[in-house]
């Protein structure tokens, strides 16, 4: 276009119109293009930002321009240039057509949210046919008047169907449902200014516009306008509902919270305290008492609530019989027994905390109007404590399951300093031969022996069996053994009259005296001390109570067991303990075999839980003696594992076997 002057007036030399509305169709179908092709401006759930990008962005841009242009024009007294006039108004036009663009898109977002497929393809529908229409009416092609209103109609009732689609409201809660409201005000706002803007210089003498283009410009700003007028209704259709919609996401986040407690490696009063603090701001409650039962450590927690008012609720409902199920009161003033109780609260809620197994305690919840808890407030705190009582349960098998694993750790610790307190080589010299086997029957046991060389070619033999099993038995176990090590190689025992040995029940007598101070009063510990002088050819021993000795007698040719008295260490806890253990000598011969036991092996049992028992150790020895002392221990070890077969060791088996050899030196063979 181009200024002319014509009588001193200023005039404008315009395009031909329909050049000017097929550069206004180029410029708008673009533009709406490019938008189309944009990536999706809805970010997630963020309705309330995609609303204010939308409102504070060109909107806000394009209605500052045009609240210019007005209050030029409405301000100034002499007619404005209309160069400048043109100017603005095809710079407002082209920022009108960005914010419709704008607009458009931003409802395609919100109406395709979460939308059936159906949906998504009428939209598709509804661009095109709308495009077409305002294009018909841009280019001002002449269509029959009814079938033009029909068109329009069409195509407005198609949108009005569109926009019925609000599915993104309900997932806004009562604050944002104001802001979004206030945002669509805005919107409309907007729209409104610019329609009041393209009205009042529709008929300006220096509008060099054609004529359909107000049309195409008001047709697009009603379908803009009539989607944000039905936001704005549906938000506040939906007001009314924001209260529950928040209550209830309410309910996921505090149930979420207690599922995520467990893997935060909270505690179990922890777990409760969130299922109080959510159970009272979930329901509004305005005390409340959470009761546990079954824990040491925790016993619950007041809110708002003095314990004798706690208590002399929960007896009464105890004297009612309520105690156990759930339980609601909307009338506390009204009610017999709690108007003697003048309770500041007029409605209570209790509900028992059981799980599958017991009941843990209970949750009682109180507000002080009159029907302030709903029968759907029942359900609602019931799949609280639900999950309470799963996470609790699942603190519990989590801890109960690091608490075996420490338990295991300890175990494989016990048994591997166990392990290297058994002997793991055994005496060897040219006048016996030992053979020996140990089997505990957990982890770690109480049965122990031990070796150790005395001066003058003697050795002493000590066996045990601690009263009990597992780690508690495998420390005592340890204690003897230091025991055993201390008396013996200080040697401070009493010798007979002949010089030979030193006296095992001298041994057993200090011993019961050092472990009277680290056994429990209830533990007592069986062993026998061996001390063979085989230069000399003879032993002696002592037995405080353990399993009688095996031994077979070369010369006899018999098989027979050592019958002497004896009493268990720890069992007497004073000095008199000595006078009931008994020495017994003896000269063994070249070719005697003797057995030492604990009681794992005679009371091993089959299927018909019948012993093993001394008689059958006997008959094994008699079938063995001539063999060498390994053999006889594997044979009597087959012949147990054959007669207990299938089943279990149910005590800690030790068999030592010692066979005096046939050809002792200093002797022929």
């Given amino acids: 276009m181009m200024l002319m002057r014509t009588g001193g007036i200023p005039k404008i030399a315009t395009l031909p119109n329909w050049a000017l509305l097929v550069a206004q169709g180029v410029f708008a179908g673009a533009v709406f293009l490019y938008r189309r092709y944009q990536p999706d401006p809805l970010r997630g759930t963020d309705f309330v930002g995609l609303l204010r990008r939308l409102v504070l962005g060109p909107g806000l841009l394009a209605t500052i321009c045009v609240a210019l242009h007005l209050v030029q024009r409405l301000t100034s007294a002499q007619p404005s240039n209309p160069a400048f006039f043109t100017i603005v108004y095809a710079l407002n036009l082209g920022l009108f057509i960005v914010f419709l663009a704008y607009t458009c898109y931003t409802w395609r977002a919100l109406v395709l949210f979460r939308a059936p497929y159906l949906v998504h393809k009428q939209w598709g529908w509804f661009e095109l046919i709308l495009g077409i229409t305002l294009l018909l009416r841009l280019l001002n092609i002449n269509v029959p008047t009814m079938l033009a209103g029909i068109v329009v109609g069409g195509v407005a009732a198609f949108g009005v169907y569109l926009s019925t689609h609000q599915r993104w409201v309900a997932y806004l809660n009562r604050r944002q449902k104001f802001v979004v409201i206030s945002l669509q005000l805005g919107l409309l706002a907007s729209l409104g200014i610019f329609c009041l803007y393209f009205l009042r210089i529709q008929f300006d003498p220096l509008l060099v516009a054609p004529a359909p283009q107000h049309a195409f410009l008001l047709l697009t700003v009603f379908f803009a306008a009539f989607y944000a007028l039905m936001g704005i209704l549906v938000t506040l259709f ?250 013996m190689q200080e040697n401070p025992l009493a010798k007979d009259d002949k010089d030979r040995f030193p006296l095992p029940s001298k041994f057993m007598a200090m011993a019961n005296r050092a472990l009277v101070h680290c056994l429990e009063s209830s533990s007592f510990i069986t062993a026998s001390l061996y001390i063979v002088d085989y230069e000399n050819g003879g032993f002696v021993f002592a037995r405080a109570g353990h399993c009688h000795t095996l031994y077979y007698h070369s010369l006899k040719e018999e098989v027979s067991y050592f019958r002497s008295t004896g009493l268990g260490l720890g069992i007497i806890r004073t000095d008199g303990y000595e006078k009931h253990i008994k020495n017994q000598f003896y000269d063994y011969n070249p070719g005697d075999v003797m057995v030492i036991y604990t009681d794992g092996i005679v009371e091993a049992r089959d299927g018909n839980k019948e012993e093993y028992g001394e008689d059958r150790l006997l008959a094994m020895l008699e079938k063995t003696y001539y063999l060498e002392a390994d053999q006889i221990k594997q044979a009597i070890l087959d012949d147990l594992n054959a007669f207990s077969y299938g089943q279990p060791i149910h005590d800690d088996q030790t068999l030592l076997v010692i066979k005096f050899k046939t050809a002792q030196p200093g002797s022929s063979a």
């Fill in 238 to 487: 939906n007001l009314p509902t924001a209260g529950v919609f928040e209550q209830k996401r309410e309910e996921m986040l505090n149930m979420q919270r207690m599922t995520q407690d467990i893997q935060r490696g909270q505690t179990e009063e922890q777990v409760y305290q969130t299922l109080l603090d959510a159970a009272v701001q979930t329901l509004g409650a305005d005390a409340a008492w959470l009761r546990i039962d079954d824990s040491p450590d925790y016993s619950g927690q007041l809110y708002n609530l003095e314990m004798h008012q706690a208590e002399a609720v929960r007896g009464l409902l105890d004297s009612y019989s309520l105690s156990e199920i759930d339980y609601l009161n909307n009338d506390l003033g009204s009610s017999g027994g709690f108007q003697q109780l003048a309770l500041p609260y007029n409605s209570l809620l209790m509900m028992p905390l059981r799980s599958q197994k017991q009941q843990h305690g209970a949750l009682f919840l109180f507000r002080e109007q009159r029907q302030g808890f709903e029968r759907d407030n029942l359900s609602i705190l019931q799949t609280f404590v639900s999950q309470t009582m799963l996470s609790v349960e699942n603190l519990q098998l989590t801890q109960a399951a690091i608490q075996n694993e420490r338990y295991k750790e300890e175990l494989k610790l016990a048994s591997s300093v166990q392990d290297s307190l058994i002997p793991k080589t055994l005496p060897t010299d040219n006048w016996f031969e030992i053979s020996s086997h140990a089997q505990a029957a957990r982890e770690v046991g109480g049965d122990f022996y031990d070796f150790l060389h005395l001066p003058g070619r003697r050795l002493a033999i000590l066996i045990g069996d601690v009263s009990g099993k597992g780690v508690t038995a495998a420390f005592h176990m340890a204690q003897m053994k230091g025991i055993f090590h201390a008396l």
